[in-house]
């Protein structure tokens, strides 16, 4: 890789590499539109995996879930209008415009500064990392290049970092609400969440060694995505995708491991002090989350863009195989959130002294017994 | 003496607790494949169980005679005191004058009914029945409760083949034996 800050190649697809000027308008302008796609692929699946949540768990209780809500103009078109009101499409909408609307209440005690800032720390960390998540390939002068807003060479670091940035919000929440159920689930979040990152780090190192036998970049997610063209590193590397994966289940704060605003102890944990669109953006930071770590668990274990093990979009197809490697991400990507959901609706919460004895004294011991083993291995 | 039940050992797969979540996670898929049970109400009407206690109402004969005869005894009975009665006589050139009472205004609070069926109970002439209406609802409290018309629109006719009433008027004018 020639420059460690590699964007888009756009000029090269439209080919446009006559003025220098309006190749830098251009290349300016289309970044600007790639990063909005990118947020709004996260948002997206951000807003329909609240649906999905209320949805599945309806189904596995013997609930038929929200089949009513109805918007006036929309649900009367014939057949399109009952179809988004019966699978709660519209449930959507109503929420979004309720947590738009509601009355925002300040508490008198809380400490205004970090309590407003909470909700978007805990939102936009993840909206950056997105940009780095390769949610498909391209391909442009002979070389596979990644459908990303941002190519970088550490994207991997990248993500990780950034991603796990959202705990700031809870933490800031939790202390800034001057209350103790708040304070409580902060201070679990942040353990929790230090704790699980060690294990995650740990675990991804042992990809990042394969990928490094025959590529120069590592650390890039693009470079992990295109080495699983043959196998797929969950089937190589199932100890250490089992690690990422309970991890990953802890630093979304997803149940089991959802202590930090476990609701039967702590009311609702880091968030309970607010209400209205400030709890909206806790809420849609979490599923965001949800949906970026689940990305990087497709990218690093699940194949990426790649629809079978053993099988890639032939570069032959041209475009037809970029789209195509977009939809299969999106559809692994579906296929995480429902696995979350599914997850959820099943198990019990773990107790908060379970939550650390597992994290320390057995997934950082695991990781690096994993990560040893493969080093002596690939030594060999 | 309290006996001490002996744990069983949890082997090392069951430690990992993989294969429990597994099982879990098969049952819960297992659930979300099955029929819902959800009812969904203003679209399906529930199936009412036999002996159902919906509103109290007020029923007509056959012949279209209020069977009600003013006796109170519901007013009594009624422990939250939905029900108000006025008495009123039935005047002597009445298709039914051989009954002495008729209701003239019949009060059913519905703010205030139990559907505890003790009226239908004490009626000594079947004529207040628990039947299977169980949606009432209104704007104002005023509107929940029901008067006579209303009770009677509500109720309908009850087939009544022996109508004693009859029976006794015929006797009396025609001088049969009681």
Known sequence: MENTFQFFDFAAILGAAECSWCDIALDILLKVVFALASIMVVMCFAGLSVVAERKVCAFIQGRLGPNRTAIPIVAAIPVLGNFLKKNGLMQLVADGLKFLLKEDPLPKHVDKFWYMMAPVMSLSPVLIAACVIPFGAYWSGGAMRPLAAANIDISLVFALAIGSLGVYGSMMAGWSSNSKFPYMGGVRASAQVISYEIAMGLSVLSVVISVAADSSAPLSLFEIGRAQDTLWFCITQPLAALIFLIALFAETNRLPFDVAESEADLVSGFHTEYGSFKFGLFFVGEYGHMVVGSSLFIVLFLGAWNPFPGLSWPESWGWVSALFSFLTFIAKIAMMLFFFIWVRWTLPRFRYDQVMRIGWRVLVPLALLNFTAYLVMASI | ?178
């Open chain 2, 1 to 178: 003496m309290a006996i001490v039940v002996e744990r069983k050992r949890l082997s090392l797969l069951e430690r990992t607790y993989l294969p429990q979540i597994v099982s879990g996670l098969f049952i819960t898929i297992k659930n979300f494949f099955r029929p819902k049970i959800t009812l969904e109400y203003p679209d399906q009407s529930p199936v009412l169980p036999r002996g159902y206690r919906g509103s109290p109402t007020l029923v007509k004969d056959s012949q279209g005679r209020e069977k009600c005869v003013s006796c109170q005894l519901c007013e009594f009975v009624c422990p939250s005191k939905a029900i108000r009665i006025y008495p009123g006589e039935i005047s002597p050139n009445s298709e039914y004058s051989f009954i002495e009472k008729a209701p003239k205004e019949f009060k059913i609070d519905m703010t205030r009914c139990i559907y505890c069926g003790l009226c239908e109970e004490a009626c000594p002439e079947r004529a207040i029945i628990l039947q299977n209406e169980f949606s009432l609802n209104g704007y104002t409290r005023a509107e929940l409760v029901r008067d006579k018309a209303a009770l009677y629109a509500a109720g309908g006719v009850i087939p009544d083949k022996i109508m004693k009433w009859k029976k006794v008027k015929d006797n009396s004018e025609l001088g049969g034996s009681h």
